[in-house]
């Protein structure tokens, strides 16, 4: 079943103690993004690749970093949580980089206390 | 600054009439339109799209349709159901910047029996 695979589903954490959301993909997609999304503001983009090695920042970066090695993983790295990280996480991934045909993860809500 | 804004947070609609989802939005470089529904605990699923060369796109019980010069798109849901019951998110790209997408705040639409 074409899919992406978000874990954990659920996390709660610590102010400061790193963590990391991991995102696979098998549709063999170039595309891959992370978004995050709040009451009020929908769907915010973090980060997105556009094939291995290649990444670019995203419209609220700040706090996040992200890794493309392999083309079916795309982990999100929160390196100091905060409590304004708080949040509910969606990794996506796409043939084209248009957003036609985006496939999402189940979401990974995210809380930092 | 977001640059997708869809100003109604709910619309509530009876089966069979029409729902009448509102996008606007203030880049005028995006040439990509696309829409995405999403069930609670779920990641969003592309609805339909619609290219800024066109006017109108229809699938099925759902049409979209773009005027540019008002910036401004909407999507039709001809005739409601109870499973169309979930948030509605407008999203907009630009082709030469691929991968990077952005989304409005989303429209909780509930269709009553």
């Known amino acids: 079943e074409a899919q992406v695979t978000q874990n954990p589903r659920y996390l709660i954490t610590v102010t400061g103690k790193k963590l990391t959301v991991t995102c696979s993909q098998n549709m063999n997609h170039e595309y891959m993004s992370w978004y995050r999304q709040d009451p009020g503001l929908g769907l915010r983009q973090i980060y997105y690749s556009m094939n291995v090695e290649v990444t670019d920042k995203g419209d609220v970066p700040e706090g996040y970093k992200v890794s493309r090695k392999e083309k079916r993983n795309f982990p999100l790295i929160l390196e100091s949580p905060s409590p304004n990280q708080t949040s509910l996480y969606f990794c996506?991934?796409?043939?084209?980089?248009?957003?036609?045909?985006?496939?999402f993860g189940s979401g990974t809500r995210l809380t930092v206390v | 600054d977001q640059q997708v804004k869809q100003n109604s947070p709910s619309l509530s609609v009876q089966e069979g009439r029409i729902s009448i989802l509102n996008c606007d939005y203030t880049?005028?470089?995006?040439?990509?339109f696309l829409w995405y529904k999403k069930y609670p605990a779920e990641g969003p699923t592309f609805l339909i799209s619609i290219s800024s060369i066109k006017d109108k796109n229809e699938d099925g019980r759902f049409t979209v349709f773009l005027n540019k010069s008002a910036k401004h798109l909407s999507l039709h849901i001809v005739p409601s159901q109870p499973g169309d019951s979930a948030v509605y998110f407008c999203a907009a790209s630009v082709t030469d910047s691929w991968g990077k997408l952005q989304f409005g705040a989303g429209t909780q639409v509930v269709v009553t029996p």
């Open positions: 996506a991934s796409s043939f084209t980089g248009t957003g036609y045909g985006y496939t």
């Open positions: 880049n005028s470089m995006f040439d990509y």
